[in-house]
């Protein structure tokens, strides 16, 4: 069964009920479709901030040097947020070895809640920065800032 926890909706969990090859490969089908359009959007995300968000506020003239180094820690931990080998391979071996799934179900697991605490405390090292610049704006700063959002982000930004 694939899901979504409530905690972390963007992330898909995998649950394996029952014993059934079939099941489980389908599942994991479905879970592997999951991860690439989770991935797909949120790298479009992740791109909007590294190229435009996060260097506008790190070139700020008047931003302090403590915020600015916190915004460069983020663009460097996005490396991190790729959903990697140690996701996919597992599960991909699964589809085309459905034998495989009870000895790999512990593993995939554990990557995956493994993936979800690491973008968990990037979302929340996120927030803490973001959310106080965005705050401290004042009108003019705001449209100056709109204003330099390239087209291809005004629309979802």
């Given at each position: ?102 000895h790999l179900k512990e593993t995939v697991s554990g990557n995956i809640l493994q993936y979800a605490e690491n ?31 390239p087209w291809k982000y005004k629309i979802r930004y």
């Amino acid at each position: 069964v694939v899901s979504k926890t409530n905690d972390l909706p963007l992330i898909p969990t995998v649950t394996f009920e029952g014993d059934a090859k079939t099941s489980a490969a389908s599942a994991v089908k479905r879970l592997l479709r999951e991860l690439h359009i989770f991935e797909k959007s949120f790298f479009a995300h992740l791109e909007f901030e590294k190229l435009v968000m996060f260097p506008f506020f790190i070139y700020e003239k008047n931003q302090a040097r403590d915020v600015k180094d916190a915004l460069n820690n983020l663009i460097e931990n996005h490396t991190e947020l790729e959903v990697s080998d140690e996701i996919y391979s597992p599960l991909e071996h699964i589809v085309s070895d459905s034998d495989s799934y009870n000895h790999l179900k512990e593993t995939v697991s554990g990557n995956i809640l493994q993936y979800a605490e690491n973008l968990e405390i990037h979302l929340n090292e996120k927030e803490e920065i973001i959310v106080g610049i965005l705050l401290r704006l004042n009108h003019e700063q705001y449209k100056y800032y709109r204003k330099h959002i390239p087209w291809k982000y005004k629309i979802r930004y």
